[in-house]
């Protein structure tokens, strides 16, 4: 477009049209009103090559809005654009200046990634201008491929309306490659909001989005610009980890929320997803109404991998925000889901309301952790709105399986830290270290900590010690509505919280049938111990073993030790004026070296052995 009012540029056919060079072939709109600059084709269109077969590849493509004009390439039919060094869609600095490359009846190929007698394209640049609605826009309604040996960056920008965006309205969408066979694998992905205008790479139906190094999905710094990775009504794939010879495995995954307000960033699919990483996958919520997620709403959803010929998944982080509704959740609301990681997996929950992180599924949840598992809650003032949590919410079985040790921590104030099966399938829970709960005395809260399970049966596997420390929340234990099966070396309960907390309680407690078999160490006489202390200074505290039905404490015999009910040096505490007690509603069977029954300090500190009278 030039520089004066309505000069415009176009090449037009009204049926299909071939347009090659070996420079650059530039679409730029003009500095004044109506100056736009088109390729455009009733049918199919070809704009540029990237043969080396007795050719001369097109150097780059660039379209460009400009002060006063919009820039687009557009097809009615079939399009297929390419270029060796780049191609680039750049919204202009003038109101409504958008730049697109754009087929609205057919399917489109942009970019080439194959090496053999070819020029791969470098990299593929969608991004918005600093006019306003000056997006920056590749868009099919049928299908689409986009293809490149270089970076893919979608960017939002500063004028209001200046989005960025990879589009598919009809059909499926390849993105990117991780292959290397005659092939450039995708470098990167990165899918960013600005201050003013969202970013997205959408399809309408099935997509893949494949890169061989990181993909980054990063909410903007103005309010509600979000930015997105999304299927609309099919299945994603998202990652490659093959270490077949001719791939070269994705890197790493980021889905951070911005700074503004609501500027969300996420990864969505509506009938299930893979997501799959050799590097790390993170999930951060930021500032209010800021959250993270990667979700599908119907579908299973696997996350990570550590086995088979594949670049295994390291550490995976979820993260809540610093305020209110910045959470960070990984979630299959309708399906089962499964994460898994060949080194750590670490939950943070964040500051505010419905700060939280999560991992959420609606009929089977399956965690793997090579590592250690780390679950800590985080501030929020209002109890069920704030859970650091893994939970299956409707149907099927819940089960983790953890190398290392696993640790549930909880938060302050009204947060909630737990491991919940809310379903009817049964919950089981491997540690091959320590298992450890705890809320901690320098964040007091009126919370939950715990391991809980509605189904027919819990089972918790434990290669070391088992330990719940309520020291300054309100209820911190393990608990099941059906049977329930502790193995461990040791099993310590303790209780320490004081006011403000109300009827605090430390402990595990079965609906069913309770066993808890102690091995001890291995190598130390005496090492297999169940202590239940309560040093609370309440009277409405309790730490208990309890069921309702048949109760089993077994010892291993050359390692059994001590069961101590009551004080932590068992001659009372001055503060000590609350329950200790072990307690059956059925019967009770115990294998033990010695047990001790400490009283505490008034009345009401009582240390209990209880069973009905004929059950013992």
């Known amino acids: 477009g030039g520089s004066v009012m309505g000069s415009y540029a176009s090449v037009r056919a009204s049926t299909s049209q071939n347009i090659e060079n070996y420079g650059v072939i530039r679409v730029v709109g003009g500095s004044a009103a109506g100056t736009d600059a088109e390729l455009m084709a009733g049918s199919s269109q070809t704009v540029g090559s990237t043969s080396t077969f007795f050719n001369d590849p097109t150097a780059a493509i660039l379209v460009q809005g400009g002060a006063g004009g919009q820039a687009q ?69 049928g299908d689409q491929t986009i293809n490149t040996g270089g970076t893919i960056t979608v960017l939002g920008s500063s004028g209001a309306g200046a989005y960025g965006e990879i589009l598919s309205t009809g059909g499926e969408q390849n993105i990117g490659s991780t292959s290397t066979s005659s092939n450039d694998a995708t470098d990167s992905i990165l899918v960013q909001a600005g201050s003013s205008g969202f970013a997205r790479i959408q399809a309408q139906n099935d997509q893949t989005v494949y890169s061989s190094g990181d993909l980054s999905v990063i909410g903007g710094t103005g309010a509600g610009m979000k930015a997105w990775v999304q299927s609309m009504t099919g299945y994603q794939t998202i990652g490659n980890t093959s270490n077949s010879f001719f791939n070269d495995p994705s890197g790493s995954i980021r889905v951070r929320a911005g700074s503004g307000n609501g500027a969300a960033a996420y990864i969505y699919a509506a009938t299930g997803q893979t997501i799959d990483a050799g590097g790390t996958i993170t999930v951060t919520g930021n500032a209010a109404g800021a ?15 550590f086995g088979g010929f594949s670049d295994y998944t390291d550490s995976i982080t979820i993260s809540g925000g610093s305020a209110a509704g910045a959470y960070a959740r990984m979630a299959a ?60 919410t409707t149907s099927g079985d819940q089960i983790l399986d953890v190398r290392g040790n696993m640790s549930v921590t909880g938060g302050a104030m009204g947060s909630d830290t737990w491991v919940k099966q809310d379903a009817v399938g049964s919950q089981s829970i491997d540690v091959g270290g320590t298992l450890a709960l705890l809320s901690p005395s320098a964040t007091v809260s009126d919370g939950v900590t715990s391991i809980e399970a509605l189904g027919a049966s819990q089972s918790i596997e434990v290669g070391g010690a088992m330990s719940i420390a309520n020291q300054a929340g309100w209820r911190t234990f393990v608990s099941t509505t059906g049977t329930q099966s502790i193995n461990a070396d040791s099993l310590g309960i303790s209780l320490s919280s004081q006011a403000p907390v109300l009827s605090p309680f430390a402990g595990v407690v079965a609906g069913g049938n309770q066993i808890i078999n102690l091995r001890g160490d291995g190598s130390t006489l005496g090492s297999a111990t169940l202590s239940v202390f309560n040093t609370s200074s309440l009277n409405d505290s309790t730490a208990a073993v309890s069921t309702a039905a048949d109760q089993t404490i077994l010892m291993n015999y050359d390692f059994a030790g001590l069961v101590q009910i009551g004080s932590t040096d068992g001659l009372g505490k001055a503060n000590g004026l609350g329950k200790a007690q072990i307690f059956a509603g059925g019967k009770h069977t115990m294998v033990a070296g010695r047990l001790l029954i400490q009283g505490g300090a008034s009345a009401a500190a009582t240390s209990a052995l209880m069973v009905p009278d004929d059950a013992a």
């Open 73 to 141: 390439i557009k097809a009615g039919g079939f399009q297929n654009v390419k270029a060796g060094e780049g191609i680039s869609v750049l919204g202009g600095t003038g109101t409504g200046t958008s730049a697109s490359i754009q087929s609205m009846a057919s399917s489109q190929n942009i970019g080439d990634s194959g090496t053999s007698f070819n020029d791969p394209t470098a990299n593929i640049l969608v991004r918005a201008g600093t006019g306003d609605a000056a997006f920056a826009s590749i868009q099919a309604s």
């Open 291 to 305: 959250y993270a997620e990667i979700v599908t709403t119907g579908g299973d959803q696997s996350i990570g991998n």
């Open 333 to 392: 609301i309708a399906g089962v889901q499964s994460v898994k990681t060949s080194a750590n997996l670490t939950m943070t929950g964040g500051a505010g309301d419905n700060a939280g992180a999560r991992i959420v599924s609606g009929a089977g949840q399956y965690i793997t952790v090579q590592g250690d598992l780390a679950m800590t809650g985080g501030s929020g003032s209002a109890p069920g709105l704030n859970e650091t949590a893994i939970r299956n």
